[in-house]
């Protein structure tokens, strides 16, 4: 088995349960047992749930925590163009040689049993944790949080509650109320909670689970609020105001995620000197990126700008809809738009159509729940926009291109697996 590439025993791993996704944790409970139960020996958690910023957030947090000489471990899903990238080590993507041998030994130990792709790996994930010393481990959700597979970690340090709206509803329920109840699984009895803003309905889910559990709870617009100011940020707590540059993250929802995650870094005793270090010295890649070379930036006329966002959901099309007048400085915004077909593409195009020029539908390539060009060409259309399917993203913008010579924006958004393949193969 030590033999394997990570990349085969990876490949293996898809065939152990034929549901991609089925909420438990019996299953991963089964599998750390036989391993020794490695989440027991992690550094202290910050443990983070909810639909929207969970990976800004937390790379904002570790660069905070970084600047303060802390030493950071960090769990992120899903990854972009490398399986390693999901499992940093003191900020790096696992080596080669270790995500291998973490594999072999869950696959060992699980025997053949069925268990899921995101089960087995987060077993891989907690085994290199704890074999590598660390003053703190920054654990992201992969689905909800009551059954997602990291929710084995019975005492966290902190528990963060990022915005909460609408997805995976067939997994999470149909309501906000529903889906807040399932993120708030991770609050532990005593563990402090911070949230970022929410809708009134997840606030009270939230409050009532935290009160239940005799967690404290400092909730956005009622114990903290953040807002822009003067090109950057003033910070409001409850034992005062900090003023903060704006954060390195493009986008104007960065400022919420740059608060929840100053708030985090200040409860774990980070100044305010290596708060602001974090906030301008944080990358994030795919979240308004923008992409300076390469290929598709080659294709553009002079003047031009390519940016690439991973955002999927509704709430996600409305935050980029904020952001994009900025970026845009008066040039024409094409849209090449890629989405699974599990997303609501309507409701994620209908904040973009009075900003967008067009849209170009691409399917993703190589993912099974890929969305077909020509369904996004058709659900923007019936928006009123001017929509095209393109057999590529390359041909997409070289459509672009053919239409209009004038500077502009192209803008590769819709799904974070397009936007690991444009990374993959288009990036310079």
């Known amino acids: 088995m030590a033999d394997l590439a990570a990349d085969d025993i990876l490949a293996g791993l898809h065939d152990l349960h034929p ?12 599998l750390l047992d036989r391993l020794g139960h490695p989440e027991r020996r992690l550094p202290p958690v910050v443990h983070v749930a909810g639909t929207n910023g969970k990976g800004s957030t937390l790379a904002m947090l570790d660069a905070m925590l970084t600047a303060a000489g802390r030493r950071v471990h960090r769990y992120v899903s899903p990854h972009l163009v490398r399986f390693n990238e999901r499992i940093l080590l003191h900020g790096r ?8 041998d973490a594999l072999a030994a869950c696959e060992r130990a699980n025997a053949g049993e069925p268990i899921t792709f995101f089960e087995i790996t987060t077993a891989a994930a907690f085994l290199a944790f704890a074999e590598t010393p660390a003053d703190i481990l920054l654990l992201e959700t992969g689905l909800g949080g009551r059954l997602d597979a990291t929710n084995v970690v019975e005492n966290p340090r902190l528990v963060l509650l990022t915005p909460v709206s609408m997805d995976h509803e067939s997994y999470l329920g149909d309501t906000i109320e529903k889906i807040a109840g399932e993120k708030a699984g991770i609050i532990k009895p005593g563990v402090p909670v911070i949230a970022g803003p929410q809708p009134d309905a997840a606030l009270a889910v939230f409050a009532a689970k935290a009160a239940a559990l005799g967690a404290p709870l400092k909730a956005h617009g009622r114990d903290w609020r953040i807002a822009a100011e003067g090109g950057g940020l003033r910070l409001v707590r409850p034992d005062g105001e900090t003023l903060l540059p704006g954060p390195a993250l493009a986008g104007v929802w960065q400022v919420e995620n740059a608060g929840l995650a100053a708030m985090a870094a200040f409860d774990l005793g980070v100044g305010g ?3 602001a270090e974090g906030l301008r010295a944080a990358s994030w890649p795919a979240r308004l990126q923008r992409l300076h070379d390469g290929p598709l930036a080659r294709l553009l006329p002079p003047g031009s700008g390519l940016w690439l966002d991973g955002g999927h959901n509704p709430a996600a099309g409305q935050a980029l809809a904020a952001s994009l007048p900025a970026l845009a400085q008066g040039r024409p915004i094409h849209l090449v738009v890629g989405m699974l077909d599990t997303k609501d593409t309507g409701g994620y195009l209908a904040p973009l159509r009075p900003l967008a020029a067009s849209v170009t539908g691409v399917t993703i390539p190589g993912e099974a729940h890929a969305l077909p060009a020509e369904a996004i060409r058709d659900a923007a259309a019936r928006l009123g926009l001017a929509a095209h399917a393109a057999p590529s993203v390359e041909a997409a913008v070289q459509g672009i291109v053919d239409r209009s010579s004038a500077p502009l924006v192209a803008l590769v958004c819709g799904s974070l697996y ?3 393949h444009v990374l993959g193969r288009y990036a310079a």
């Open 19 to 30: 549901k991609a996704i089925d909420l438990s944790l019996g299953r991963v409970e089964r």
């Open 418 to 420: 397009l936007a690991g």
């Open 93 to 100: 993507p696992i080596d080669e040689d270790r995500l291998r």
């Open 273 to 275: 000197a290596a708060v």
